[in-house]
């Protein structure tokens, strides 16, 4: 099939993602990107690691991007380096008009770990590079996963990035 046979998908991303270079490590090339308003969800930091979560809030609003017209085999890539600790949602994003598209949300909407508001600046600054590293190391394992699965992609998250502290 080829890539104008396949389904396309837009994915609403609100924290790492949102850096292109990290989406040109997922994606292996970087797609049309627009700057987008969640309405209905909030997003934290969470302890221990560099990456943020949103949940619902009926008051909040996340601001974020979407990538466009991925592919079936980059979405794959996206479930991968979500792990198992976020579940793909769709929702409806709005810039001057409103958007369908899949987003991560956080599982656990009740963790403790779960705290103040991510700050995208601050990451890039602090953590970005080794950030990039543990994705790279993600999507090689992923394209040739010789049983490993989401569970371990989760495990390298946590290894490679589970000592940062966000002040």
């Known amino acids: 099939m080829s890539m104008s046979d396949a389904h396309l998908h837009n994915v609403f991303v609100y924290g790492s993602f949102q850096e292109p270079d990290i989406v040109n490590i997922m994606l292996e090339r970087t797609p049309e990107i627009i700057s987008v308003t969640l309405p209905g969800f909030k997003s934290f930091r969470l302890k221990g690691r560099l990456y943020p979560c949103i949940v619902p809030s009926e008051a909040g609003e996340v601001q974020g991007k979407v990538l466009m017209g ?38 656990n909407k009740h963790d403790s770990d779960m705290y103040g508001e991510w700050d995208f600046e601050e990451w890039k600054q602090l953590h970005k590079p080794k950030f990039m590293e543990t994705i790279k190391e993600i999507i ?6 010789q049983g490993k699965g989401v569970d371990d992609y989760t495990q390298i998250l946590h290894k490679n990035l589970g000592d940062a502290l966000l002040s």
Do not use: C, Q, R
Not at 79 to 101: F, I, L, Q, R
Not at 140 to 145: D, G
């Open 140 to 145: 090689k394992i992923n394209k040739n996963p």
């Open 70 to 107: 991925l592919s079936d085999k980059e979405l794959a890539n996206l479930d991968a380096v979500e792990g198992n600790e976020y579940e793909k949602v769709t929702v409806e994003v709005d810039n001057s008009e409103k958007m369908t598209v899949n987003t991560y949300i956080w599982i």
